[in-house]
């Protein structure tokens, strides 16, 4: 079983759409959890950064964190063509050290078709 | 912020011959800086991790003598690949850690063609 489990997609929307977009992983002692967008032929972006359980809101973005089932979500409303992109889930177990590298997830490409 | 540049954008070189990549925290000091390697439609693959003033720490699999790393300073870090050959082809990206945070913030990645 891999670390951090995420479906590849491709996952198309309309714009408009509510989207969700979800990571598994096995190691419990994961506490910081991370979502990255990757344009094509970019590096990826930092959009939201959670510590331990619960909720985080930045405008179009929510982060959820369910530590008691291992899984995370990054939700966007109001979907827009510009949020075409492949989005990364990422955690660490600690800050510095190897324990401080982050572990990523395999991508999920998002296409919002206008 | 927390910007992260990198150099060459795109580099096209010939069998042989070696390239140097920088990449650079314009806005912060990173201890810690990690290069990684993509291939097209996968995901990033962490090739070593830098930290300044020591030896890199590599990946298993990852050839220390052919990807050679140098963090000199808090705000650079060099990756060179030594006598490319053409399966090494593909997308560089580094990014940096601030001192005493986690998240990482990567630079707009180097494509590296080998012919």
């Known amino acids: 079983q891999k670390e951090v489990e995420q479906d590849p997609g491709p996952l198309s929307v309309p714009e408009g759409a509510i989207v969700s977009l979800n990571c598994t992983y096995s190691n419990s002692a994961f506490q910081y959890f991370m979502w990255y967008r990757q344009y094509s032929r970019k590096g990826p972006e930092l959009l939201m950064y959670t510590y331990s359980s619960g909720n985080k809101e930045d405008g179009r973005f929510t982060a959820q964190v369910d530590k008691s089932s291992k899984y995370i979500s990054l939700f966007i409303r109001d979907s827009q063509p510009s949020d075409s992109a492949t989005y990364l889930c990422?955690?660490?177990?600690?800050?510095?050290?190897?324990?401080?590298?982050?572990?990523f997830g395999k991508g999920t490409k998002l296409s919002v078709k206008p | 912020g927390a910007v992260v540049s990198q150099h060459p954008s795109r580099v096209i070189c010939k069998s042989g011959t070696s390239v140097k990549i920088e990449c650079r925290s314009l806005?912060?000091?990173?201890?810690?800086m990690f290069w990684y390697r993509q291939f097209p439609k996968q995901s990033l693959m962490l090739m070593a991790t830098?930290?300044?003033?020591?030896?890199?720490?590599?990946e298993q699999g990852v050839e220390k003598d052919k990807f050679l790393i140098n963090h000199a300073s808090l705000t650079l870090s060099t990756l060179t690949v030594t006598s490319a050959h053409p399966e090494d082809s593909s997308f560089y990206i580094c990014?940096?850690?601030?001192?005493?945070?986690?998240?990482?913030?990567f630079g707009p990645g180097t494509r590296l063609t080998v012919t």
């Open positions: 830098s930290n300044e003033g020591s030896k890199a720490t590599y």
């Open positions: 990422a955690m660490s177990q600690n800050y510095g050290g190897s324990q401080g590298n982050l572990i």
């Open positions: 806005d912060f000091q990173a201890t810690t």
């Open positions: 990014s940096a850690r601030k001192t005493g945070r986690n998240e990482q913030y």
